[in-house]
Each structure stands twice: as structure tokens, then as C-alpha cells.
């Protein structure tokens, strides 16, 4: 899977991955009102609203990207209802061919880690049956728990060709109580990046490992540092846009040959069409999809532009 | 909830909580036949078995104990129906009058932590309505991203008075890889404790906090130093029985006035059916939830004992 991000990358010239997390008040009040007139306002009526706007976003945006990252928590919310959203949001960018993040930060240890690990990435096992549940491309995990609760995500990245992004440096203001803390006159990033690295080193696709990294394009400084600690890792880098984080920013995340490197915008593209410049262009809630696309090519613009410009 | 907690030790005397984290494996096999019977081979078929033994150990023990601690993975990877399942657990131990901890160890930033806190703990606003979801009682949190992560949740627990255990040193052998590091000369581990002190201070139950900890029981000397560090927050301490911790490591964990933890027991309860010992005692599959209310007994015995012995 590391290789088809890598391939798409390369054919959309694009460095960047979607990230679908809807907010009920991003979804424009022409959709929730039809899903509530049906469904009342339920779970089951926030779910629907919330499917049909990540299904236009998708619509409007898959041709020139090479991946979306759906945030669970943001499904979770609404129960089971949200759930089976999630999973029809995963189902429907494969069928977008678009690779998909899972951004399900989950870690735990040993069985449980194992199940975690099944359920978003492997096929779970039921009598003489097996299943893909969620069957996303690849998973966020947390380190906290060392590798007890990595090797089981590990072990089935090898057996379905799927990959993580590991927690490293996050892109939050307080990301540095602990992260920063130094050990040994490093910081503990560095060391959480090291293992990621050692991690990965037995799981390789053909350029990257199948195991990466989470470093906020808040954090230039140490994205630069730990692009070194980990030259195979691809670093999914959350925190552009709306978080503050520019293309100038993060040439520094990739490496010499353009690569290793996916930068994500969430609200700043999902929820565009409420951006002055995008009103400006004449853009209103009705067509709220089309301001998606026109800052998906504004972000590829200014990512490519910094690139190129190194 | 915290009060809801300490007065149901007190009243069971069993600072003890179930750990309902079913693997397929554990299910006899008459439940998992009549279910697969009526429902295939299917996640809907897994998630039905689940109920069904998870119901039976529930009916069996809920009079014993003060809580259970569901563990979402084992849920999560049958994909939506086992989150139904999850669900309905949720529900009939709140029937049971139980205090419920969601051990899902979530953890992120900002809006995305606070839809984590709003789908387990709080309540989601859809329209002008509001429903509560998952709806635990307690859920478990992981450190890693500082502050920012964790305050979505307890600006959640204060409004709900619920609470959250949040991971300061886990139970499994590669735990100490990062948080055993020294920082300053104390262990990271002791860093994060003082954190939740810290973030605890200020939601405080009638004696102890909505704010507790992790620790497992697997490092009796760490949880001597933590039971100072966090003088008032709760600790729920995994890794009793399967994993190796026994009552007599565990008194440390407990304030003079014999509360201030809660021991969990998982495989050693729910799969207790299997265990020599059990079976010995003429307990077999179809009566495997009799063995699961011996083995609560035998646990809170070792417990007690401990705690009276010390």
C-alpha cells in the first residue's frame, strides 16, 4: 500500500491527502435539513448528512488526489449510526481509488493491539469465514505503550501490504509536555522516531516502509531533524492551514527526491466554501464542493510551489 | 461518578472490575453455534455470541462487583455490529446498576478529542437535540499528546460527572520503553502522574477525582511511587491473574483509607471455564459463568485478604 501512495503521489503530483472530518455545522444546511426531513434529527440523520457531504467532497476532489484521511473520532461521536458513515466513506474512496488513512490514533498491547490492528487493517476471523471490517489502507497509531503495542499493527501490515503512521511530534500547542521532554540530551520525539524507524526497517515497500510517521507541520525545526531519523519513514503531516502550517513550511518533511512526505488539510478544505476568498469567487453553500476543489488545487499549488522553489 | 464508584467498593467491598474483552476464542462453543446457526458465519453472528456470553457473565457476577471495564477492540474488530454489540453491553450493565468503564484508550487534540469525549461520555447535539451514545461511565485516555488532549475530556467529565483513567504506566513488558525514560532524574512515567494530579485537581469527587490513572498491577513498586504522586485520583490497575500481578503486589496501589484503586481481571474471570481449577470443580462450557462468579470470589478474597493483611 506504501507503493501506491507513493505511485499516486508521483501520477497527481500532489503531496497531500484529504482529511474528512466533518463537523456537523461544516455540512450546509440544504443537506442536513433533506437528512433530517427523512430521518429526523437522529444519529441515524447526522450520519446521512454527513455521508452525503463527504460524497460530494470525494466527488469534486478524487481526480486530483492521491488520498483521504477520515478522522473516526468525528464518527464516533454519533454511535454505531456514525460508524456504518465511516465505513461508507472508506468503502466509497476505494471505490474512488483513492488510498485511505484511517486517523484512528488506537494503541493498546499484545491481543488487543492485535484487534485493533484487524479491524482497521486485516480480516477478522469468524468460523471458517474471514472478513475485512473498516479495511482501511493505512491506520494512525499511538506509541505510548512501546512495542507491545506496535508489533501486532506491524504483524499485519506484513500480511495484507498495509501501513501506520505512528505518533511522533503532533502538531498541538501542548504536543511538548511530554514529546519535548529531553532523555539523554535528546528529545523523547527523537527517540519515539528512532523506534519508528527501527520498526519499519524489516517491513519495506520498494522506496518506504510500510511503518511511518505523524509530525505536525507546526514543528518545521523538527520535521527537519527527524526527516534524518527516519529517512524511510513517509511523515503524514497534519496541522497545515487552518492549524497554521505553510507549504514554505514543510520542504523540509520531504526528502531529496520530492517524496516521503503527505501534508493533510481537513477543515481547510472541507469546509471552504465558508472562506471570504472562496464567497469571492462566487461560491455559496449550494456549491460548497466546488471551493473543496478549487483548495485542493490552491494547497497542491502552494506545496508544489515550495517544492520546486528549494 | 466518581461518588457512584467509591460507594459501590464500599458497598461490595471489592475494589475489584470485570474485564469484558471477549476474544471469539473464549466463547463456548453451544453459544457460538446457536448463534452461527441463526445468523451465519457473520460479523452479526460473532457480535450475537458475544452478547450472549457476555449477558450470562453479567447476570452471573453483577451483584459481586462494583463495575466492568469493556474493551472496545475486542468490539471494534467485527466492524459495526460488534460496536452494537459494545453498545448493548454498555446498556444491560447500566440495568445491572453497574458502573461502567470504557476502556478504549482514545486520545487526540482539541475538537477531535472533544467528539471522543462526547461520543463515550457526553452528549451529542444533533439539531436541537441531544443523545448520549456509547455513553461509559469512565473511559480510558491515552498521555500522549499532552494537555491538549486531555482537556476536551474533562471539560466533558465535569459537566457529565463521569470520569477518565488516564495511562501513566501500563502492565506489558515494553511499557517501560519510553515511559521509563529518565527526564530531570525521574521516570516519564512520574512526569505524566503528576499531570494527572494536575489536571484532576480541579474536578474532585467527593474524595477522589473524575481524574484517575493507569497503572498495572505488573509494576507494584512504580504503583507505591505513583499512589503518592496522584494522592487523589482513583488508579485502575490491569494485569491481574493472566498477566502475572497478585493482591499481595497490589496493596501499594490502595490509600490507608483501603480505596483509591481498582484491580482489573479479564481472561482470568470471563474465560475462567477453562482454568484447571474450575474445571475440577465439576464446571464445564455449558456452565461457564459459574466458574466466572467463583473466580470473582476467589479474586476479591486475595484482594481482601491483602489489603486486611497489610
Redesign the interface.
Known sequence: MINKLVDKIKKTNAPIVVGL?P??SYVPEHI?KKA?DELG???A??AEAIWQYNKAIVDATYDLIPAVKP?I??Y?????E???TF?KTVDYCHEKDLVVIGDV?????????A??A???LGK??????S?S??DEDFATV????????IKPFVDVCKEEKKGIFI?VK??????????D????GRP?YE??GE?VAEWGADCMGDSYSYVGAVVGATYPEQGKILRKVMPKSFILVPGYGAQGGKGADLVHFFNEDGLGAIVNSSRGIICAYKQDKYKDMGITAENFADASRKAVEDMIEDISGALANR
Chains 1, 2 share one sequence.
Open positions: 472530518d463537523m456537523l442536513t433530517f434529527e437522529t444519529p440523520g447526522a478522522q473520532a468525528m464516533e461521536q454519533f454511535g454505531v456514525g460508524l456504518k465505513q490514533k488506537r494503541g493498546d498491547i499484545g491481543s488487543t493491539s484487534a485493533y484487524t479491524g482497521h477478522v476471523q469468524i468460523g471458517s469465514k472478513y471490517t473498516f499511538n506509541p505510548y505503550l512501546g512495542t507491545d503495542g505518533l503532533t502538531s498541538n500547542p501542548s504536543s511538548g509536555e511530554f514529546q521532554r529531553m532523555i539523554d523523547l527517540w519515539v523506534k
